[in-house]
């Protein structure tokens, strides 16, 4: 299936890659001498890319995922949220998340802010005994039916 532009990543240019990649070293360079005004720009990079990175997303960037990696997820939106999104596109998300590939990271997140269910990752990565081995369509059917608890 295809998705509709605005649930498909967005593209970043090379020279907002750049500047980001230099930015992170250059944070991550602040964490290792011990500079007092690491947090300071770590929030600073936080406003300005709308995600809540820690001193340790900085200091270990290159342990779990490449510079480039980092600097395109940063690039992109922290919670991409769609207003009227469907139960096919939520599928087809899962099933991205679930193919893996370069932009699953993205799809992940995508489906976190756009599924109620509060733990939807769980479901594809830590799924209940009755969801081992799911396909696309029942992981999605069950995140729909969560329903939070009135307070």
Do not use: K
């Not at 600073?44 to 995600?51: C, E, Q």
């Not at 995922?65 to 992109?76: G, K, N, P, Q």
């Not at 269910?117 to 059917?141: G, K, M, S, T």
């Amino acid at each position: 299936m295809d998705l509709r532009v605005e649930l498909t990543p967005p593209p970043v240019s090379p020279h907002r890659l750049d500047e980001l990649c230099r930015e992170i070293l250059r944070i991550a360079d602040l964490l290792l001498g011990g500079a007092a005004n690491a947090a300071e720009e770590i929030a600073a990079f936080n406003a300005r890319t709308g995600h809540h990175y820690t001193a340790l997303d900085f200091a270990e960037h290159d342990g779990g995922r490449s510079l480039a990696d980092f600097a395109l997820e940063a690039a992109r939106p922290a919670a991409p949220r769609i207003a009227g999104i469907t139960t096919g596109e939520l599928v087809e998300i899962v099933r991205r998340v679930l193919a893996g590939g370069p932009e699953s990271g993205y799809y992940l997140r995508l489906l976190e802010a756009n599924a109620a269910h509060p733990r939807v990752a769980d479901l594809i990565f830590r799924p209940p005994a009755d969801l081992r081995d799911a396909a696309a369509e029942q992981i999605v059917d069950e995140a729909l039916r969560y329903r939070p608890i009135a307070l």
